[in-house]
C-alpha cells in the first residue's frame, strides 16, 4: 500500500459526458502528480500541483483540467469525453517541490471506459 | 529534450533463467535521477530504484540488479533466477531539473513455471 488513494477504481461513462477523479496524497506528501496510461501512448504526464500551485503541465488536453485543494487532496476533472480517453489514470505524490529527485508513490489508478 | 527507450517490449523466460531489461535515456543535463518502476497484473505502479546521475556504482537487492553506464547512456535492469512472481511490466523513467518523472514505453516480462 503506497498511501496514495485514488476514486473511483472503475468508471464506465458515455461520449461527451463528464467526469471527476479524486486523489489523497500520502500524508505529508505536498506534489501530487497525474499520469495518463494507455495502451498507445504508454505512461504520459499530464500535470504537478505542489501544495495548491500548479507547478508543472504536461500532455493535458485542454478538455482536463486539475486542481489542487487546502487539504492537499487533489481532482482531475475530464470533460466532453472521447473513446480515446479511455486509459488507467494514476495519480502520485511525493514530498519534493520542484525537481522531482525522490521516488513518486503510486495510487492504484483509476480505470476509465468511454463506450 | 529528454527521452527513455525501452527497445524490449516483450521477453519471456522460463523460471530460473535470469533475464536483463535494457534502458536507453536521453538528456542534456549533468545532473539527473534514473528509476525503475513495477507495474504488476494488479496494476499498481511500484518503485524499485532510483540512481542519480553522479553514482555509476551498480547495485544489487536481492535477486535485482542495476548496472548504470553514463558512457552508454544505459540503465539496465537484470533479475537473476527470475520467479513467476516477477511477470509485470517494467517501467524505466528519468528526471531532470524543472521537469516531471519521464517514462519508458515498458517491458512486458513474462516468467513461466
Known amino acids: 500500500d503506497s498511501g496514495v488513494t485514488q476514486t473511483p477504481k472503475h468508471l464506465i461513462t458515455a461520449t461527451g459526458q463528464r467526469v471527476t477523479l479524486r486523489c489523497s496524497p500520502r500524508?505529508?506528501?505536498?506534489?501530487v502528480y497525474w499520469y495518463q496510461q494507455s495502451l498507445d501512448q504508454g505512461l504520459q504526464f499530464l500535470i504537478q500541483?505542489?501544495?495548491?500551485?500548479?507547478?508543472a503541465k504536461g500532455n493535458i488536453l485542454e478538455r482536463f483540467s486539475a486542481q489542487q485543494f487546502p487539504d492537499l487532496h487533489s481532482e482531475l476533472n475530464l470533460s466532453s469525453l472521447e473513446l480515446g480517453d479511455s486509459a488507467l489514470y494514476f495519480c502520485a505524490s511525493s514530498v519534493e517541490r520542484g525537481l522531482n529527485t525522490g521516488e513518486l508513490f503510486f495510487g492504484e489508478g483509476s480505470r476509465l471506459t468511454v463506450l | 529534450a529528454q527521452k527513455v527507450t525501452q527497445a524490449q517490449t516483450e521477453i519471456s523466460v522460463v523460471e530460473k533463467e535470469d533475464v536483463t531489461l535494457d534502458c536507453v535515456y536521453e538528456?542534456?543535463?549533468?545532473?539527473?535521477?534514473l528509476f525503475w518502476y513495477k507495474q504488476p497484473p494488479s496494476g499498481e505502479l511500484v518503485f524499485l530504484i532510483r540512481?542519480?546521475?553522479?553514482?555509476?556504482q551498480n547495485e544489487i537487492s536481492g535477486r535485482y540488479s542495476w548496472n548504470f553506464q553514463k558512457s552508454t547512456s544505459s540503465f539496465n535492469f537484470t533479475i537473476t533466477a527470475s520467479q513467476v512472481v516477477d511477470s509485470a511490466v517494467y517501467f524505466c523513467a528519468l528526471n531532470q531539473a524543472g521537469t516531471a518523472l519521464i517514462f519508458g514505453k515498458g517491458t512486458t516480462l513474462s516468467v513461466s513455471s
Open positions: 540512481r542519480n546521475s553522479f553514482d555509476e
Open positions: 500524508s505529508g506528501d505536498l506534489s
Open positions: 500541483y505542489y501544495n495548491g500551485e500548479e507547478r
Open positions: 538528456t542534456r543535463d549533468t545532473t539527473y535521477y
